[in-house]
């Protein structure tokens, strides 16, 4: 389950983004329920992907920097039988992209 949190609170500190009105990073990581610390890991993580975030004094909230857009989606499906031996019970896409957990410092 923790890696739904994860997603969750990378879906809402993008939400906060978007609409620049994230606070302080101390209020923003309180929001995500985080340390300051792993607020920092999350927007590296976003820098590395090709995501400039800054923080702006003026609004008092971090601002993407560039024309780039995030999406962030999962989902949980149940699926039937054939649908299983489609996906190979997922170990064709686990070999394919990279899974990253995040940890807490």
């Known amino acids: 389950m923790e890696f739904i949190r994860q997603i969750e609170r990378l879906q809402l500190m993008n939400k906060l983004i978007r609409e620049q009105r994230t606070g302080s990073p101390e209020d923003l990581a309180e929001r995500l329920g985080v340390s300051r610390r ?13 995501v400039d975030i800054q923080f702006s004094r003026r609004l008092n909230s971090f601002v993407f920097a560039c024309e ?18 489609k996906a190979m ?12 957990f995040f940890s807490n410092y």
């Open 38 to 50: 792993q607020l920092y890991v999350y927007l590296e993580y976003l820098k590395d992907m090709g």
């Open 68 to 85: 780039k857009q995030v999406y962030i989606d999962w989902r949980f499906e149940i699926l039937e039988p054939a649908e299983m031996r």
């Open 89 to 100: 019970g997922g170990a064709r896409l686990l070999t394919a992209i990279p899974v990253l």
